[in-house]
Each structure stands twice: as structure tokens, then as C-alpha cells.
């Protein structure tokens, strides 16, 4: 199939940055879209043109690390699909596709679709483990967890960090992102002695990083690629009000 | 002589204790010198890679009070190639009760390894398995558990017992997370420096000692050299020398092939894991292979149209005309053979021209019969979320029509060579994970290379490398120093000769094409003519990379074909050397299939008599041949016998 893209270039964070249409022509329906843009780059770079930059590295959708905004949805139209999962079969010959970089005050772009979501480290950071120096853990059957326990855990633990929540949110807010993390571990047994330091902490470090604050729209939900459930930024803000409470005290 | 390697001197292990295997690591912690907590800050470790082994070792020696810095070229080390592990990791904690124990891990090692790996390192794996858990449940990394809320397990890869522990199909994920986790809590408290995006392109070796890097920034294009005490590659396999493969797109040679160019050296390069169960190929586009999960073959059946060139749909075919072709021949294991025997056999029917879907190059992965018996909510939801994967990359449902697969490249068992103490030929430079050769012999277990990862990284390594540091710190090497000053300007120098050629083709074309050649040649089944030819035409297409790539934009900016040009430069070398192992190594063992050494009925055929050694491999310039240095091989627990899966 032939198509056109119309495909966010900016040469560095000091750019302007402007959108540029490129025809793709005689593209496999079972071609990713990574791969559409592989064609797209070969041929520019034949051409003596700039090629795309743009991130990715496992392509099978666990990285986390594709990361584009397409017809104006974060990964694209295909719902719990990253960009990289994402195939040709689901658009049309003639199709004019938009291809953006993400978009948030707090991921700065570096040049064309790559931003810099280091931010997300910085909220790990702040919180986002169990202390647990190597060598010092008891055996691993000393603490049963109840299996419903474990299921929500990991459930909220296969967040891939990739960034289209807060993509995706009118504020830029990482809520959701913060929200399954403090999950996950607020789950385990192992994770109760730093309950409530973590969501404090981790909710500055998301404040400082200059990610917006949440005011429940649920766009993040709708266009995350694991599926993380809104539900968890209210037991995150329940967290918090209790984590509150408790160093009142 | 020959016209393409010498032979040199046999090297040995000297670090492993001997005595009783059971109490050797023992010993050896017990003899490794200590460092002084407070001379502990005083002293700096490198870490390139933050997959399972780097992450691991980077947050224990943080942790112990080294001054830790880290590098990986992905945007965050969240983000290694270790988080696409799927399947789950192996510890001998025998919770089944099913007769396991850290003998019989360590038996099934050497053995699955096709006796090629060193009994004194496997042993050690298999005795911190158990630890490796504690650990990461201490992290609260959430597996698998059952109703009781233990934790639960399954048997992988054709073993007997039930060891193996997981969390759903996402386990490398969740590893991961956990060591990147304590890594972040480290880098919170100053004592890790973590360098994102950064790629080294360059061992500094001063005075016969590791003692530093040469990095580039990806996003400014910076290069700059950074010192320390020791460095510690965690740098994973090199799979991608084939270009399709199950690994992730930027996953590379560089880190280690930098090193063995200064000296270090590099081990049986030419184990290749061949997995049997990913999706094919769709056309020309196509970027990277994708991984379907070894259990579908507890449920599904493989098989081919009987005759070849039938084109009829799957459904059409009847019974009669199929050839359940694992069954056939390995009627007691049937479709559950070990990945090399399954990928080979799938080979063997596609070269008879009886492969289906595009190209002839896959077979049927069967549920028809797995729904009708179990029902195909049973089916679901054991598989589900593989059926939906699969349906989203081929379009297909394969709850109506067979799946398709065919082999695909997954995993390198070669790497730099180590000895017990995981330090390679270069003093004080320490190798870890895939990107060393040291456990798995000539064919890794499913669910071991987590196991090894984080074995090395949390407990190995952290004790051994105490010891070479115990003799620190070293003298501070300043920037103006001949060997510092000398390694920048190999990469400088690189870097504008990439540039510079501006030719008609791009990196991509000559990595597909060196892909082409050593998946041909160098892959599945292997022959001293194909190996031969091999070795000519990868040197061909070098010669024409080095006059006729087009690599765009400047040194000074991100430019991912930069990178690209300087990964595929480094995988040609590594693919003649690969080449050259497979020639040199004539007998066929585990995932190395040498045509001409097969039994009557085409299994692989070792040559223990002549073959029992590491073949370790000395650099001496591209144009040069490499020198071969012999480790034997000594089998005092497990003895040498022949795999049978009839
Ligand atoms: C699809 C798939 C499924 C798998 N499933 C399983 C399984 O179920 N069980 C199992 O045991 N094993 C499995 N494996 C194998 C296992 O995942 C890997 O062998 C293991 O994770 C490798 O870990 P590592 O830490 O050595 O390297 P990696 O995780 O590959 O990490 C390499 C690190 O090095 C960095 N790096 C590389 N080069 C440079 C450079 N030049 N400069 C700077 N940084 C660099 C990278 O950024 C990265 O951080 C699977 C592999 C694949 C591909
Ligand atoms: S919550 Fe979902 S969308 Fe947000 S970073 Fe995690 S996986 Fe991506
Ligand atoms: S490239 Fe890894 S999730 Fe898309």
C-alpha cells in the first residue's frame, strides 16, 4: 500500500520543530509501523536527507522505550498496543498518518520523536523500591503473600514506564505511572515498612520533576499499552491520605 | 598450519579452588582478600550494562560502599534487553519436593550444555540459585504464587522437575525491575552515576590493566574517557550478528569485541542458540523475529504438508497427508525435543520444500486437538496472551488456523573468556551475564540465563572482584596519559572515517546482507565449504562497507545510524571469527551442528577425544589470523555421555 506521513522534525531541544510530509509507497500490510519508518529512513538517507530519529529497542512492546503519538493518539489507534506492536494492516492505502514525538513539559524532546522521559527515574528514585541490600534477605518462604495479593501486584508492576499516560493527559501528569508503582509494592508484604515514605516521596519527586497534578480525566487508562487500571490513582491518593495522617501523628 | 587460524599455547583456569565441588565456592570466598569498608569509597568500578547482571552487580557494589559508575545506550536501564525475557529463571530450591537440589541443577546443566561448560562454574550457579530468589522476593518482585500464597513453579525446557519460577510471561521484566530498583535507590543516595544513553566504544588498558572506558553521549555526541579501579562488562550476547533475531534492535558486539581488539580473550564464539518457536519472517521489512513461548509445544503439534510443494490451507490437508514430523521421529519426547533438535528438524522438512507460509520457511503449530480435548477456554487460558500476541503481529487466529513458526536466532552461549573469578585475560577487566562464555557450555537451558545474570551480578561478582580491588586503589592515571589519549582517538578517528566514505548504501543494507550470510552458513547446519565460502564473503562485504557506507548527519548530535555503523563494523570481525570457531570445531554439539559429524541417523555426533576444550581466541588485527588457545576440559562429577531424545 502506498501511504503519507506527516512526521514531527526537530533537529535538537533548541528547534522550533515543524511537520514535514513524506510519501511512503509500496508498504507491506504485515509491515510494523517501526518498519514503515525503517523504509521511510532508507530511502532518505539515499536521498542525502536527515533520517527520523526516533527511539525503540525490543520491539515486541516491553521495553517501554517506542514512543510516538499517531493521529493523535499516543501508540497509535489500536488499543493496549505500543507503537512497536502496531501493525500496517490496520490503515488503508491513501492514508495521511500524523506522527508526533510525545508532548509534556516535563519530557523535553531531543530531536524529531526522541523525548527525554528521565523524569521517570527521578520518581524511582524518590521511593520506587523495597530496601533490600543483596545478601541480607530471609528465605523466600518465610513470608507467604496471598495469591490475590500477588496477581494485583504484578498486574500494576507490568507498567513498561513508556510515558503515554502522561502523553495522553491535558495536565502532563505521571499519576498513573506513580500510582502503579506505589501499587505494586504497596501490595507485598515487603513493600509495608516503607508505605508511607514512598507515596510522599514519590509524589514530590513528581511535582519536582514538573509532571501536572491529576484531575481525573482518564485519558492516561485509556491509552496505556499494559492496561494499568485508573483505579490505582485512587488507592494511590488513599495511600497518601494515610501516609499523611500517620506522620501527623 | 592452516589458512585461516594458528595454534597457541593452552591457557587454564588458575582461579577455581579444587577439592570437593560442593565447598569450592566456599573456599574461594573464604580466600578472596577483603577491602577495607572505608577504603571501599575510594575506589571506582565501572559498569557497562544495566541488564540483570549489570544492574545486579552495580546495586550490590553501591551498595557495599564502591564508588559505582553505569552506563547503557538505552534511555534508562530500566530498559535492557533483560526485560524481554519471558519464560521464567531456575533455582534448585526443590519447593516440589520432587527430588531437586542444587546436584541435580548443576548435573542438568552440564549435561543440557552438551559437556563443554566448566563443572566448578556451573556448580557455583547452581549453589546461589537458591540465594537469587530470597533476593529478589526481598525486593518484592511479584511471581507466580498459589492459593496457599507460595510461591509456585513449573518445569521448563524438557527437565523433570518443576524448578523453574516465573511471573506470568513477563518474568525478565520483573527481574529486572527489581535490580533496577535497588540500582535507583543508589543512584538517589550518590553513590551510583548513572550515564543513560551513553555507549562505550573503547577499553583503556594501562599498563596491562583494565582501567577505564571511552564513551560517547548519543544524545550530544560527547566523547569523553572515564577512569577507574576495575571495569565490569554486562554488556549481553551478540545475537544480532544475524540481524534477525529475538533480540532487541540495538543489542551488540562493541563492549566486548573493544575489549578482545586490546587483548581479552574471546571465547567459543560460534554457540549460537537456534530457538524453534518464533513467528517467520513476513517480508522484506522485516526488522526483528519475535519469540513465541517454548510451552505452546506442551499442547500444540508441529507439522508439514507430507508432500512437498502442497499448497492447499492447513484445514484442507488431511490427516493422512500431514507428517506430525517430531512424533514421527522422537516418538518417546515427540514434540517436547530440546530447542536445537526441534529447530533442526524444522530445517530439515523446509529444505525438503515442504516449509509453509511465505518463502516455504515456517511449520504448523497445531491446537486443533489441544481445544478439542481440553476446550478452547482451557486453551486460552493457559495461552491466551500468547494466541494474542501472535494474532496481532500475522493477523491470524490461531485458534482457527494453525500457528506458523520457524527457528530463530536467541541467544550466544560464546563470549569473552573468564576464569572462575569472572575476570577475563585482562587484569581488571571483569565480564558478567551473556556477555561472557563461562556456564552454559555449547547449549543453554531454558530459564538459566536469569539465573546466570543475576548470580554473577549479586553474589559472584561483588566477592571476586573484592579481591582484585584489595590492591587498590591504583595509582590515578591522568587524561594525558599515552594509552587515554591513544584509545579517544581511535574513536575520534573511527567516527570521522564513518563520515566520511559517504557511499551509496546504507548500514542497514550490509548488516541484512551479513545477516543473510551467517544465517546460511553459519547457523543451524554448518560445513567446512559453507564456512569456507562464508569467511570470503563476509571479508567481501567488510572491504565494501568500509568504501561504500552512507552514514548521514555529524558526529556532534544523536544519529542512530552512527551508532548502527559503528555496532556493524564490529560485527563483521566477530562474524568471520564465528566462522572460523565453527570451521575449527569439527563435531557437532549442542548448538553447534557441524554436517559432516552426524550419526547414522543424523543426530550430532561429539568428538570428546578431540574436542573437550574452550577454544579461546587471541586478537592479532582484522587482517590477521586469530591464535587459538585451548582450555581443557575436565569431567570429574559428570561424565561425558550422548544426549537421546528417540
Ligand atoms: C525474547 C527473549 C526471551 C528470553 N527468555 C528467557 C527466559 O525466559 N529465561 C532465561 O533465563 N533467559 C531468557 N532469555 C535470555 C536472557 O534474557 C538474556 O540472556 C539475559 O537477560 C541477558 O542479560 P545481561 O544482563 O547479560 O544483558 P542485557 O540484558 O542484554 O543487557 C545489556 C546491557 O548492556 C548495555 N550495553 C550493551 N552494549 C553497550 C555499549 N557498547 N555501551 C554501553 N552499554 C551497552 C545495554 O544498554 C544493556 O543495559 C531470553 C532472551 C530473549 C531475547
Ligand atoms: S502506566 Fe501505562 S502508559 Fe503510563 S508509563 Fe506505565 S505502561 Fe506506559
Ligand atoms: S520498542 Fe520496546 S516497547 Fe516498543
Not at chain 2, 29 to 56: C, H, Q
Amino acid at each position: 500500500m502506498d501511504i503519507q506521513v506527516r512526521v514531527w522534525r526537530q533537529s535538537d531541544s533548541s528547534d522550533k520543530g515543524r511537520m514535514v510530509t513524506y510519501d511512503v509507497k509500496d508498504i507491506s500490510p504485515d509491515a510494523s509501523f517501526l518498519e514503515m519508518l525503517d523504509v521511510l529512513n532508507e530511502k532518505l538517507i539515499l536521498d542525502g536527507a536527515d533520517p527520523v530519529a526516533f527511539d525503540h529497542d525490543c520491539r515486541e512492546g516491553i521495553c517501554g522505550m517506542c514512543s510516538m503519538v499517531i493521529d493523535g493518539v499516543a501508540h497509535g489507534p489500536q488499543r493496549a498496543t505500543t507503537t512497536c506492536q502496531l501493525h500496517m494492516r490496520h490503515f488503508k492505502d491513501g492514508d495521511v498518518i500524523d506522527v508526533e514525538p510525545w508532548r509534556a513539559a516535563a519530557f523535553p524532546v531531543i530531536k524529531d520523536l526522541v523525548v527525554d522521559r528521565s523524569a521517570f527515574d527521578r520518581i524511582i528514585q524518590a521511593g520506587g523500591y523495597i530496601t533490600a541490600p543483596t545478601g541480607a534477605a530471609p528465605e523466600a518462604h518465610a513470608t507467604p503473600v496471598p495469591k490475590k495479593d500477588a496477581d494485583l501486584a504484578f498486574e500494576a508492576a507490568t507498567c513498561i514506564a513508556c510515558g503515554a499516560c502522561v502523553a495522553a493527559c491535558p495536565n502532563g501528569s505521571s499519576m498513573l505511572f506513580t500510582a502503579a508503582k506505589v501499587a505494586h509494592l504497596g501490595l507485598m508484604p515487603q513493600g509495608q515498612p516503607e508505605r508511607d515514605t514512598r507515596v510522599i516521596d514519590m509524589l514530590q519527586a513528581q511535582d519536582d520533576a514538573g509532571f501536572g497534578g491529576c484531575t481525573n480525566m482518564g485519558e492516561c487508562a485509556e491509552v496505556c499499552p499494559k492496561g494499568i487500571p485508573l483505579n490505582l490513582i485512587g488507592r494511590l491518593n488513599s495511600d497518601y491520605r494515610k501516609a499523611l495522617r500517620n506522620s501527623a501523628r | 598450519m592452516n589458512d585461516f587460524w594458528q595454534d597457541g599455547e593452552g591457557i587454564a583456569d588458575t582461579a577455581a579452588p579444587d577439592g570437593p565441588i560442593e565447598t569450592r565456592w566456599e573456599r574461594r570466598k573464604f580466600t578472596a582478600k577483603l577491602v577495607n569498608p572505608a577504603n571501599r569509597r575510594k575506589l571506582t568500578v565501572i559498569v557497562v550494562g544495566t541488564g540483570l547482571a549489570g544492574g545486579s552487580a552495580a546495586a550490590t557494589l553501591a551498595e557495599a560502599g564502591y564508588h559505582v559508575k553505569s552506563y547503557c545506550y538505552q534511555d534508562t536501564p530500566r530498559r535492557a534487553h533483560s526485560i524481554a525475557a519471558q519464560g521464567g529463571i531456575n533455582a534448585a530450591k526443590n519447593y516440589r519436593n520432587d527430588g531437586d537440589s542444587i546436584y541435580r541443577l548443576f548435573y542438568d546443566t552440564v549435561k543440557g550444555g552438551d559437556f563443554r561448560a566448566r563443572e566448578s562454574n556451573v556448580y557455583r550457579l547452581a549453589s546461589v540459585s537458591v540465594n537469587i530468589i530470597d533476593q529478589c522476593v526481598a525486593q518484592g518482585v511479584p511471581f507466580a504464587r498459589e492459593y496457599g500464597g507460595l510461591l509456585d513453579n513449573r518445569s521448563f525446557g524438557g527437565t523433570q522437575v518443576s524448578r523453574t519460577f516465573y511471573a506470568r510471561g513477563q518474568t525478565g521484566q520483573q527481574l529486572l525491575l527489581g535490580a533496577y530498583q535497588a540500582m535507583e535507590r543508589q543512584i538517589g543516595l550518590g553513590t551510583i552515576e548513572m550515564n543513560a544513553r551513553h555507549e562505550m566504544l573503547e577499553l583503556i588498558v594501562v599498563e596491562g590493566k583494565a582501567r577505564g572506558i571511552v564513551v560517547r553521549d548519543m544524545v550530544t555526541g560527547e566523547i569523553t574517557t572515564e577512569m577507574a579501579d576495575a571495569v565490569v562488562l554486562a554488556s549481553g550476547g551478540y545475537g544480532n550478528v544475524f540481524f534477525l533475531s529475538t533480540n532487541a534492535k540495538g543489542c551488540n558486539v562493541t563492549a566486548s569485541w573493544r575489549a578482545h581488539r586490546k587483548g581479552a580473550l574471546f571465547a567459543n564464539p560460534c554457540y549460537t542458540q537456534i530457538h524453534p518457536t518464533c513467528i517467520p519472517e513476513s517480508g522484506t521489512h522485516q526488522s526483528k523475529l519475535t519469540l513465541m513461548s517454548e510451552s505452546l509445544r506442551n499442547d500444540g503439534r508441529v507439522w508439514v504438508p507430507l508432500a512437498a510443494g502442497d499448497a492447499r490451507k492447513p484445514g484442507d490437508i488431511p490427516e493422512a497427508e500431514r507428517d506430525y514430523y517430531l512424533e514421527r521421529i522422537y516418538p518417546s519426547f515427540g514434540n517436547l525435543v530440546p530447542r536445537d533438535i526441534a529447530s533442526r528438524a524444522a530445517k530439515n522438512v523446509c529444505d525438503e520444500g515442504r516449509g509453509v507460509g511465505p518463502g516455504g520457511l515456517g511449520v504448523y503449530l497445531d491446537f486443533a486437538d489441544a481445544i478439542g480435548r481440553l476446550g478452547q477456554k482451557a486453551v486460552e487460558a493457559k495461552y491466551g496472551n500468547l494466541f494474542e500476541m501472535y494474532e496481532r503481529i500475522t493477523g491470524e487466529n490461531p485458534y482457527e488456523t494453525p500457528m506458523r513458526i520457524y527457528p530463530a536466532v536467541h541467544y550466544t552461549m560464546g563470549g569473552l573468556w573468564v576464569d572462575y573469578d569472572l575476570q577475563s585475560t585482562i587484569p581488571g577487566l571483569f565480564v558478567v551475564g551473556e556477555a561472557n562464555f563461562s556456564d552454559h557450555g555449547a547449549n543453554r537451558l531454558g530459564a538459566s540465563a536469569l539465573m546466570q545474570g543475576l548470580g554473577d551480578g549479586y553474589f559472584v561478582l561483588p566477592t571476586t572482584l573484592g579481591n582484585y580491588l584489595a590492591a587498590g586503589p591504583f595509582a590515578t592515571v591522568p587524561q594525558d596519559h599515552e594509552a587515554v589519549v591513544e584509545a579517544r582517538r581511535a574513536v575520534e578517528d573511527r567516527i570521522s572515517r564513518f563520515l566520511s566514505i559517504d557511499g551509496d548504501r546504507t548500514v542497514d543494507s550490509f548488516h541484512r546482507e551479513l545477516g543473510h550470510i551467517m544465517w546460511e552458513y553459519c547457523g543451524m547446519e554448518r560445513t567446512e565449504e559453507g564456512l569456507t565460502k562464508a569467511i570470503g564473503l563476509i571479508r567481501s562485504l567488510r572491504d565494501e562497507f568500509w568504501q561504500r557506507v552512507k552514514v548521514p548527519g555529524t558526529g556532534e548530535q544523536l544519529n542512530q545510524n552512527l551508532e548502527k555503523a559503528g555496532r556493524v563494523a564490529d560485527f563483521f570481525e566477530l562474524g568471520e571469527l564465528m566462522c572460523i570457531d565453527a570451521l575449527h570445531r569439527r563435531e557437532s554439539c549442542g548448538g553447534h551442528f557441524r554436517a559432516e559429524s552426524q550419526s547414522e541417523d543424523g543426530e550430532a555426533l561429539r568428538h570428546d577425544d578431540e574436542f573437550s576444550y574452550v577454544a579461546a581466541w587471541e586478537y592479532f588485527g582484522a587482517d590477521r589470523k586469530p591464535t587459538l588457545h585451548k582450555e581443557q576440559l575436565e569431567f570429574e562429577y559428570v561424565h561425558p555421555s550422548t544426549r537421546s531424545y528417540k
